[in-house]
């Protein structure tokens, strides 16, 4: 009986306890140095990412939204540890991989895939369509040697991709069956979240439907995460379940699709999405033009960084950053004016 009883001990303590959440990014920093001494010690940095956190169900697309340069990519790109992680912390699929090794990172690298923004330069010119998306399975031994063949067509005719492309070279395809292809290379190692980095931003507009209707089948069919990076709001509201808005950076808010862009909080998100046109001709736009330029993020300005930006600066912007609050049910924005906390400590001054 002790015996029996210890067994059952062990096998419920190997047990991970599962999460809900798929993905789950704590206060994640990436710094470039742009300066170093003579020894090498770098003296400036440019913080491309600083202190982002979100986390993201199973089976959801969580849209990353904001200017070029703020840090959209490198945060996919730390996520994915393709850049080392300057601070923070990254859980995926329930485990800790901001310190792993390169050597322990191989085995997540099948499960966490990035399907790139330029389909014409993401893939290798000198090699056949099959070979291209054959490589990683063989590298990962996904199927058996003598399988691999019958798995690319099998993944290809899932992406739309004709049996007799598998021999022809990237050069012989337009721009939207060439992200198809990269949709099938990304695929094709059976992942869980999938990075997508402006994947239709290089398309045309009726290419950019197909593309975004095959990404939503593939979810529905396979179960995929999607991470989607873009700065097309349009195509952002169709596909995503959540969306993040970013500056500088910075993470500025942070809720449901249906609820931004209801009811955008914060005064960035509210001038990013009011360029969004609007289909019907009567209806009169309220553009929001932002006076200045974005600032370096070598060299950001002191309290919020979008201050310098912003119509409704206050006093309190130019020197305290904002807390980072839910302002209503799962919906978080960084910005004083909804800070409860800064009217609180006003009134008890």
Request: charged share 25%.
């Amino acid at each position: 009986m002790e015996e029996i009883k210890t067994e059952v001990i062990e096998q419920e303590t190997e047990k991970k306890p599962s999460s809900e959440y798929i993905l789950e990014v704590e206060n994640l920093k990436k710094y470039f140095a742009i300066e170093t001494t003579l020894f090498g010690r770098p003296t400036k940095f440019l913080r491309a990412v600083d202190d982002v956190s979100f986390k993201v169900k199973a089976g959801t697309t969580l849209g990353i939204v904001g200017e070029s340069g703020c840090g959209k990519t490198t945060l996919g790109r730390t996520i994915l540890k393709l850049h080392d992680i300057t601070g923070g912390k990254v859980v995926f699929d329930g485990n800790d991989i901001t310190d792993i090794s390169k050597s322990e990172m191989r085995k997540y690298r099948t499960q966490m895939q990035l399907v790139f923004q330029d389909p014409y330069s993401s893939l290798p010119p000198r090699m056949t369509v099959g070979n291209i998306i054959a490589e990683a399975v063989k590298v990962h031994n996904i199927v058996p040697k003598e399988k691999v063949s019958e798995h690319v067509r099998k993944v290809m005719k899932q992406c739309g991709l004709q049996p007799h492309y598998y021999d022809r070279y990237p050069h012989e395809f337009s721009g939207g069956q060439r992200q198809r292809i990269c949709i099938a290379r990304a695929l094709a190692v059976n992942p869980k979240l999938v990075i997508c980095d402006e994947p239709v931003s290089a398309l045309d507009v009726s290419i950019q439907a197909q593309i975004i209707n095959l990404l939503k089948d593939l979810q529905n069919k396979m179960g995929l995460t999607y991470l989607f990076i873009s700065h097309d709001l349009s195509v952002v509201k169709y596909i995503t379940d959540d969306i993040l808005v970013m500056y500088l950076g910075n993470t500025m808010e942070l809720g449901k699709t249906a609820d931004i862009f209801a009811k955008p909080l914060h005064p960035y998100t509210q001038a990013l999405f009011s360029a969004v046109p609007a289909p019907d001709p009567d209806v009169k736009m309220n553009r929001i033009m932002l006076t200045g330029d974005i600032p370096s993020p070598a060299n950001p300005p002191s309290g919020c960084k979008f201050h310098t930006r912003c119509s409704k600066c206050m006093e309190i912007c130019k020197s305290v950053q904002p807390r980072y609050v839910e302002a209503e049910p799962n919906h978080f924005v960084a910005c004083h004016l909804y800070d409860k906390s800064q009217g609180e400590n006003k009134e008890n001054g």
